[in-house]
């Protein structure tokens, strides 16, 4: 059973918004620092929003700074990415990660991460 199933990719325009959920079974997202990742075709993956376990600390890259926003719901064991004013720039596949972290940190290092979905497709047309 894959832990985390990620959702709400899909077909947008440029400047253009989606919503993307990390759903959990099996593991508490709200017991895990958690990161959204994104991979395009011939380039690594590169983390794009990150949030801790508690206390709501969360680090966003330049490329995305002011446009995403990552955030929990724990009551449905679940993490949101909203993406505003998309970019074709951010075409991808987008994966969720999650990582048991007593030391409530940001986490950017995919290494570091222990669980992962199987990612959803953004493409964002010009």
Not at 49 to 64: Q, W
Not at 65 to 72: D, N
Not at 76 to 90: A, G, I, R, S
């Amino acid at each position: 059973q894959v832990p985390l199933v990620e959702s709400g990719g899909g077909l947008v325009q440029a400047g253009g918004s989606l919503r993307l959920s990390c759903a959990a079974s099996g593991l508490m997202l709200a017991d895990h620092a958690v990161g959204w990742f994104r991979q395009a075709p011939g380039k690594e993956r590169e983390g794009v929003s990150f949030i801790s376990v508690s206390d709501g600390k969360t680090y966003y890259p330049d490329s995305v700074k002011g446009r995403f926003t990552i955030s929990r719901d724990n009551a449905n064991n679940t993490v949101y990415l909203q993406m505003n004013d998309l970019k074709p720039e951010d075409t991808a596949l987008y994966y969720c990660a999650a990582k048991d972290d007593p030391f409530n940190t940001i986490v950017v290092i995919p290494r570091s991460y222990d669980y992962w979905g199987q990612g959803t497709q953004v493409t964002v047309s010009a």
